[in-house]
T-cell receptor, first 113, second 117 residues
Framework: AQSVSQHNHHVILSEAASLELGCNYS??????LFWYVQYPGQHLQLLLK??????LVKGIKGFEAEFIKSKFSFNLRKPSVQWSDTAEYFC???????????FGQGTTLQVKP | SAVISQKPSRDICQRGTSLTIQCQVD?????MFWYRQQPGQSLTLIAT?????????ESGFVIDKFPISRPNLTFSTLTVSNMSPEDSSIYLC??????????????FGSGTRLTVV
């Protein structure tokens, strides 16, 4: 079955700390991978996406993610977080076969000033 | 890419009643999806709305509770039937930007915030 697993449920960091959020997917075919962010009370916003090519993708707000096919992983990173990064982060994968977009459980990031 | 108009944006409904949510896309798309986001939770796929045939439901969701219509390639409705407070959620529709595979990403409706009292 297709699924996405995010390892961290709730992460608390101080400002300027480095961030890495884990994401693994379960699917044997070609996947399109996404990270979305949802700030409190707001809609989903796309951070970055991977379809093909360079497995290290850069997104908005200084975020990046690395696709490691052998590990079925697509971890999100940011070298130095800010208080404004406090939000919910969702990893998702889309199957080109079905067009479905499947979301992980989400990770709540709290950045302390 | 497609632009989606979703309505209503929010509603407060009595338990036992039904609410129909509409999504209108400004271009023809093969695939359209309906999601639910319960408070403090992630987005869960309810079903794929297929034009000209019955919707395909994910595990845990049934047609009697969430009937879906897809009369053409630009429009779909989701009905939340016989509502209970547990149905209080945000409901969203989504389409692949290329209309089919999602290769270039997805567009989401603005969501319907449903509160059942």
């Amino acid at each position: 079955a297709q699924s996405v697993s995010q390892h961290n449920h709730h992460v608390i960091l101080s400002e300027a700390a480095s961030l890495e959020l884990g994401c693994n997917y379960s699917y044997g075919g070609t996947v399109n991978l996404f990270w979305y962010v949802q700030y409190p009370g707001q809609h989903l916003q796309l951070l970055l996406k991977y379809f093909s090519g360079d497995p290290l993708v850069k997104g908005i707000k200084g975020f990046e993610a690395e696709f490691i096919k052998s590990k079925f992983s697509f971890n999100l990173r940011k070298p130095s977080v800010q208080w404004s990064d406090t939000a919910e982060y969702f990893c998702a994968f889309g199957s080109s076969n079905t067009g479905k977009l499947i979301f992980g459980q989400g990770t709540t990031l709290q950045v302390k000033p | 890419s497609a632009v989606i108009s979703q309505k209503p944006s929010r509603d407060i409904c009595q338990r036992g009643t039904s609410l129909t949510i509409q999504c209108q896309v400004d271009s023809q798309v093969t695939m359209m999806f309906w999601y639910r986001q319960q408070p403090g939770q992630s987005l869960t796929l309810i079903a794929t709305a297929n034009q000209g045939s019955e919707a395909t439901y994910e595990s845990g969701f049934v047609i009697d509770k969430f009937p879906i219509s897809r009369p053409n390639l630009t429009f779909s409705t989701l009905t939340v039937s016989n509502m209970s407070p547990e149905d209080s959620s945000i409901y969203l529709c989504s389409v692949p930007k290329d209309g089919v595979t999602g290769l270039y990403g997805y567009t989401f409706g603005s969501g319907t915030r449903l509160t059942v009292v």
